[in-house]
């Protein structure tokens, strides 16, 4: 894949590695005596120990372990709870600083190419800022700028991640992480060209067109370049600040659109919004959803998306010989009888709500214990069994399981999910989904060739 256009500077690279560095040193100086000494070997305190360690650091580093704490049994639960508490949100460049920007973005005149555009930014995260601006016909824009030298910075930190990593495998072998790390790396890379973030609009723009209340941005190619991404602005409110202002009618409304905002990309084209983070949707006065930021995207080879049906069937059916198939289709290497039973522990926890055709909470306890429970029980379990390596595939597919369920978690909806599965699922078919995938790649000028990990 071919890499933003952006000086990925040495001296930028040893700059970040020396700030992940020093916070690490102390860390690791502890954990490491803790392991071989015996002593102060509580993983609560070294998850606080570590979480205070990347607790000053910005930038990609945070995103990586936001990930990580969604990503199941990728580290210990008492590690997942400190990084969940870490913030990615890093301090907007001022406007002086913005003008040299847009400058080497669009040319010295770069102002006159719009009606008007907002000096301070609208929203900050880890890899840019977005102003609001107006175009000459009147159409309201969103201009994201990426900070300058994420490349340098994403490098480095891909670099740390490995001694991240490698701290929680010394004190726990239950995931091998090689794979994770090969996910994410490729994923945030892919996040700092803009451009390719332009064609999964476009994508999203395609395969979502005649789903209603889900809205997509329309890119101004124009106004856009490797490192700027000017789109329509979508008019919505955070979900936070609607949860407690709607009714439940509202709120199922809201939810209904956000499964198929996620699950029509998937189940019809083998495409998933890797991300669903709160901030990156907004709802509209009539329930529709607003779906934003596409630069984490996967891409997925239909045979994964049929392993996750069988593995559906096989779970509701109880045939264990369809469970073996779904593995294999999921990247599971000749995955043991042992194996098998201990995934299905964590799969039957998250299929749960389609299993049964009845109206209910996405989790009944609506508290996320019981989530919780079972992804410390199936960590225990994979220990016995000497561990186990998650496919790449595996990652932002169980993310976005994970990361949609808590959202319905908030939103307190109550849907009868397996009723809606079965409507979306009814008309699959495997070739017809290969076709569609195909022309909408070629449609949006997307050239995707799956990683073969298997």
């Not at 406007?95 to 907002?118: H, I, Q, T, Y």
């Not at 901030?279 to 984490?296: A, F, P, Q």
């Not at 080879?301 to 049929?306: G, S, T």
């Not at 908030?410 to 022309?439: G, P, S, T």
Request: proline share 4%; glycine share 6%.
């Amino acid at each position: 894949m071919k890499k933003p256009n952006e000086k990925n500077s040495l001296r930028k690279r040893v700059t970040r590695y020396a700030k992940v560095s020093t916070a690490m040193a102390g860390y690791g100086a502890r954990a490491a005596g803790s392991r071989y000494l015996g002593i102060d070997a509580d993983r609560q305190k070294q998850a606080e120990r570590l979480r205070n360690a990347l607790g000053g650091l910005k930038g990609p580093l945070m995103k990586v372990a936001q990930m990580l704490a969604m990503i199941p049994d990728a580290v210990p639960k008492e590690y997942a709870m400190e990084l969940a508490q870490l913030q990615s949100d890093a301090p907007s460049m001022g406007w002086p600083f913005v003008k040299r920007r847009m400058a080497s973005e669009l040319g010295v005149d770069w102002e006159k190419k719009f009606k008007s555009f907002e000096k301070t930014a609208a929203a900050a995260a880890s890899f840019g800022q977005v102003h609001r601006a107006a175009a000459h016909d009147g159409r309201e824009l969103a201009c994201k700028l990426q900070y300058p030298d994420m490349a340098s910075t994403v490098e480095a930190d891909l670099r740390q991640l490995k001694l991240v990593l490698a701290v929680f495998e010394a004190y726990d072998r239950a995931v091998s992480t090689k794979k994770v790390q090969a996910e994410i790396a490729d994923r945030l890379r892919e996040e700092l060209d803009y451009r390719q973030e332009a064609k999964h609009i476009a994508l999203f723009r395609q395969m979502l067109k005649d789903v209603e209340h889900v809205h997509v941005p329309e890119v101004v190619a124009s106004l856009s370049t490797d490192r700027l991404l000017t789109m329509t602005w979508l008019r919505g409110e955070k979900l936070v600040d609607v949860i407690d202002k709607r009714s439940l009618k509202e709120r199922n409304a809201i939810a209904i659109n956000m499964f198929h905002a996620w699950y029509v990309p998937f189940y019809y084209y083998g495409v998933i919004h890797g991300d669903p983070h709160p901030g990156n949707y907004t709802v509209r006065k009539d329930n529709s959803i607003n779906l934003l930021d596409y630069g984490c995207v996967r891409i997925f080879k239909p045979e994964l998306v049929q392993g996750v049906i069988t593995l559906y069937r096989a779970l509701h059916d109880r045939q264990p010989d369809l469970a073996v198939e779904a593995y294999k289709a999921w990247g599971f290497i000749n995955p043991s009888k042992e194996l098998i039973d201990v995934l299905n522990i964590w799969a039957e926890f998250i299929y749960a709500p389609i299993l049964e055709n009845k109206t209910r909470l996405i989790e009944e306890t609506n508290t996320g214990l019981y989530g919780r429970e079972t992804a410390n029980r199936v960590h225990a379990e994979l220990r016995k069994l000497g561990g186990v390596e998650v496919p790449r595939e595996f990652v932002f597919m169980d993310r976005a399981a994970v990361g949609l369920g808590s959202v319905f978690l908030r939103l307190r909806a109550e849907i009868n999910w397996y009723r809606m599965f079965h409507d979306l699922i009814r008309n699959y078919d495997a070739k017809a989904l290969a076709k569609n995938q195909a022309n909408a790649l070629k449609n949006s000028n997307l050239f995707y060739l799956p990683p073969h990990d298997f």
